[in-house]
């Protein structure tokens, strides 16, 4: 999705719904994407709107190329009848062509709702609580879970736990999470246990890109919630966190997620705050269609 990924792109009329919205707040929020073709060195912002309602972002490159987008689609009204079949994940998917909405039925374990959900191979990871009400599970009072499916087994639990993000990086499983009042933590090894933490940080999102270990998160950048990185060579020292993108219209761009498209890469996020964003650098292309499909 650079900028040449528009003429393959399908526009979103389709996927929305009328659904009256639970909370106003979380049905504004908008997705946005900036498209980068010097491997993340710069980016510019794609001027649509890619979706409204959706956040709490997962992001999976498959084996065929295609790109699992996963998150809280708070703009799609569950049926009825799903409290009886179990829960479902919903979010998006890109097959090459076209993006388009998408849910996937998780096989194993008895969760009440796959929070911050984030596809691991066929492994679904995931946090649980024991209820089943609303808000933010890193605020939760009680212990939340780290869990995975089909294997349904606790990986590891904390009060103030979300945002699970596993990765394979030299023949090692890492694993992110955002921590309450510690920021973004690393654990390794299994059971799971903790080697670091990168204090004012959250929601993390982690790739291999060159051979190398990127790592994603939220912070303050200028008073806006801007996506920063770090980079690491042996999934142990890090280089200094930089932000990554200029300064541009969203207002917010919260729960990074990055993922190859065309031969660049794409960054997906949320404007959690739509329409108080100023006149930045928006990039060149005024619409899907008038650009070349990606090659």
Not at 238 to 267: A, I, N, Q
């Amino acid at each position: 999705m650079r900028l040449r990924l528009a003429g393959a792109v399908a526009l979103w009329a389709g996927c929305s719904t009328s659904h009256p919205p639970i909370d106003p707040r979380l049905l504004s929020t908008e997705l946005r994407a900036f498209t980068s073709e010097d491997g993340g060195e710069t980016w510019a912002l794609f001027p649509d709107v890619m979706a409204h309602g959706i956040d709490s972002l997962g992001l999976s490159v498959r084996e065929d190329g295609a790109l699992w987008v996963t998150g809280h689609d708070h703009a799609t009204e569950p049926p009825p009848w799903e409290r009886w079949l179990g829960p479902k994940v919903r979010g998006l998917q890109f097959d090459g062509s076209r993006w388009a909405r998408k849910d996937w039925r998780p096989r194993g374990g008895d969760a009440l709702a796959y929070i911050d959900p984030q596809w691991f191979g066929d492994e679904l990871w995931y946090i649980s609580r024991s209820d089943n009400s609303g808000g933010d599970p890193a605020e939760f009072g009680g212990e939340t879970h780290m869990m995975r499916s089909p294997q349904g087994d606790v990986m590891y639990s904390s009060k103030g736990l979300a945002d699970p993000m596993p990765v394979e990086f030299l023949g090692e499983r890492h694993v992110f999470a955002t921590l309450l009042k510690n920021g973004v933590v690393h654990f390794t090894g299994d059971p799971l246990q903790k080697v670091g933490q990168f204090g004012g940080k959250t929601v993390p999102f982690a790739m291999v890109h060159n051979d190398k270990l990127w790592l994603f998160a939220q912070a303050s950048v200028d008073g806006r919630r801007y996506p920063v990185a770090t980079v690491s060579t042996d999934g142990q020292t890090w280089s200094e966190w930089r932000p990554v993108l200029p300064k541009s219209d969203p207002m917010t761009c919260t729960s990074p997620v990055v993922g190859p498209l065309g031969g660049g890469l794409v960054l997906l996020c949320v404007d959690e705050r739509p329409g108080m964003g100023g006149k930045g650098e928006r990039g060149h292309r005024q619409s899907w269609q008038d650009a070349p499909p990606p090659q």
